[in-house]
Nanobody
Framework: QVQLIETGGALVQAGGSLRLSCAASGRSFSGYAVAWFRQAPEKEREFVAYIPWSGGRTYYADSVKGRFTISSDSAKNTGNLQMNRMKPEDTAVYYC??????????????????WGQGTQVTVSS
């Protein structure tokens, strides 16, 4: 049974930093990718960032490009999202997801069959 557990969500002031982690277990993730999505109150869930578990090319939503950095450690099956220069509009529940999504489909939720339970990130102004 695949499990994804996100940690690191917290309340942070605007301009501050936060690091989210996603621990994956339950199968081999060879050939898989890990992505982060987020859902703000009364908004649809949206793509944030993507990276293959083995490393390689990364993709970001325009709204976080230059501020967020996604990374992965395939030996530990852990994915991370470093968030810097945070803004109130970054407030959301953040989810990690994994699947065999190629970079062409990085932003498509349908490509990720496995999801974590989410972690709350709140940025105060």
């Amino acid at each position: 049974q695949v499990q994804l557990i996100e940690t690191g969500g917290a309340l942070v002031q605007a301009g501050g930093s936060l690091r989210l982690s996603c621990a994956a277990s339950g199968r081999s993730f060879s050939g898989y990718a890990v992505a982060w999505f987020r859902q703000a109150p009364e908004k649809e869930r949206e793509f944030v960032a993507y990276i293959p578990w083995s490393g390689g090319r990364t993709y970001y939503a325009d709204s976080v490009k230059g501020r967020f950095t996604i990374s992965s450690d395939s030996a530990k099956n852990t994915g991370n999202l470093q968030m810097n220069r945070m803004k109130p509009e970054d407030t959301a529940v953040y989810y990690c997801a994994t699947g065999t999504a190629s970079d062409i489909f990085a932003r498509s939720e349908d490509q990720y069959p496995y999801w974590g339970q989410g972690t709350q990130v709140t940025v105060s102004s």
